[in-house]
């Protein structure tokens, strides 16, 4: 961690985003007037600060996917404490997807995921 963190950041999410919208395009192409479920392309793991406690209970994340491949919104189950949610949500806001096709057309789409700490 620097002080260039943020810059650093926003560097590697613009390339992602990049790489994303390309491989959409080929995905798009690929899987031309079909229909197919979402992929995910990009993971990233939450990160708990410092001294907070892995969820022990099962904990899923209902995800709203745009037709770009994007997280539009998180909604967390079983994280009970908010420091945990917010970087959980954090993390998941980042995840990225080659979208839902319907007749070969990306649509928006929500997606349960279970989550493991």
């Known amino acids: 961690v620097t002080n260039q963190l943020q810059k650093a950041w926003a560097y590697y999410h613009q390339r992602d985003l990049v790489t994303l919208r390309d491989a959409v395009t080929k995905y798009i192409a690929q899987f031309s007037g079909a229909n197919h479920g979402l992929v995910p392309v990009l993971m990233p793991h939450p990160l708990l600060p410092d001294g907070i406690e892995k969820p022990a209970d099962p904990a899923a994340a209902i995800l709203d996917v745009s037709a770009e ?49």
């Open 69 to 117: 491949g994007l997280v539009t919104h998180v909604e967390l189950e079983g994280i009970p404490l908010a420091a945990a949610q917010h970087a959980t949500a954090e993390a998941l806001g980042g995840w990225m997807f080659l979208p839902q096709l319907e007749s070969g057309t990306p649509v928006a789409t929500k997606v349960k995921v279970p989550l493991r700490f």
